[in-house]
């Protein structure tokens, strides 16, 4: 009985392993493919490949949540898989939606990210906008925010905070760059 309990245990570890292995073979995010006709080998290329650019400047130079959200979807998005590309050969735009806002992004024809205009509200403000509120405008309170980021590729990020504050009627809006 001992022995089969080890033997059980052994070929279920062995089943296990091989199952791990094959499955990390088979998601290969550049895979090739071999055209039967004429032998051409073509590669495809991962979204977040194509969108290393946009991933660099919006994804990770943003502290805030919601817009790192919006980004990984946007660079994740397929256009070739979408039904309404249909394989055009110009730009394609689409608009993301989430709880906080939407962007509005435009692809090129092979589904690279050219342009993106994404504005969220109300969203946590990062801890250095904090405090240079608080700082300038301590006894105001934060009642409303905007957050806006515009990219077009090949040109800087701009991103910038509209936020409204309130010291009982009165009501200042001030914008800062992000």
Do not use: C, H
């Not at 690279?112 to 403000?125: H, T």
């Not at 405008?137 to 590729?153: A, L, M, R, T």
């Amino acid at each position: 009985m001992r022995f089969n309990k080890k033997f059980i245990k052994f070929t279920l570890g062995a089943f296990l392993f091989i199952t791990l292995i094959a499955f990390a073979n088979t998601n290969d995010p550049a895979e090739k493919n071999e055209d039967k006709d004429n032998n051409e080998r073509t590669e495809i290329i991962s979204p977040s490949e194509l969108n290393s650019d946009f991933i660099t400047n919006v994804y990770d130079n943003s502290t805030q949540k919601e817009a790192r959200f919006l980004a990984s979807i946007i660079a994740e998005f397929d256009v070739n898989k979408s039904p309404q590309f249909e394989g055009r050969s110009k730009s394609f735009k689409t608009i993301f939606k989430s709880e906080k806002g939407m962007a509005e992004v435009t692809y090129d024809k092979e589904g690279r990210v050219i342009a993106v205009e994404k504005r969220l509200a109300n969203i946590m403000l990062p801890a250095e906008v904090q405090k240079k509120v608080g700082k300038r405008y301590g006894e105001w309170s934060i009642v409303q925010n905007k957050y806006n980021i515009s990219y077009k590729q090949g040109f800087d990020v701009k991103k910038y905070y509209t936020i409204t504050v309130q010291r009982g009627n009165e009501k200042k809006i001030i914008r800062m760059i992000g």
